[in-house]
């Protein structure tokens, strides 16, 4: 078995991505990260990130959403908010509502910075989980 965390899937790949670039990094969340996304008629659908990186990511939601439909998705991960335009893509069946892959369009570069800052804060947390009580209760204390 290996020393990462099951829940950390990282590793360059060209395959399937634009231009043969490698792929960004991905960070399973397992539904731990609550999403909003506002649909082009001002609707909102709340749902929970399964897995994000720079280029998009993998949502549950209760009911699906049509393939391609442009959306706003908006989230905060660690001490970042990110509201973006997405495109939906299309929706996988899960055993209790749909996963459904979305990817961002047009992300602003200081955007997708602080993602990736944010995502590998989380990966951080995940694997040295007393640094960040230790580094909470700091910051508690200088308040």
């Not at 670039?21 to 399964?50: A, M």
């Not at 549950?60 to 391609?68: A, N, T």
């Not at 509502?97 to 979305?102: E, K």
Request: net charge positive.
């Amino acid at each position: 078995m290996s020393e990462t965390p099951e829940s950390v899937a990282q590793g360059p790949s060209s395959v399937g991505f634009p231009g043969g670039r490698d792929r960004p990094f991905r960070v399973k969340l397992r539904g731990s990260v609550l999403t909003l996304i506002r649909l082009p008629n001002r609707r909102q659908i709340r749902g929970k990130l399964h897995q994000l990186s720079t280029s998009g990511g993998l949502m549950h939601l209760e009911k699906p959403l049509d393939e391609k439909l442009h959306v706003e998705v908006i989230f905060h991960l660690g001490e970042t908010t990110i509201r973006q335009k997405a495109e939906m893509m299309f929706p996988m069946w899960a055993t209790q509502g749909w996963l459904q892959p979305f990817r961002f369009i047009d992300l602003p570069e200081a955007t997708k910075t602080a993602l990736e800052a944010s995502l590998a804060q989380f990966v951080q947390s995940l694997q040295d989980p007393g640094s960040q009580a230790t580094s909470q209760a700091a910051a508690t204390a200088a308040r």
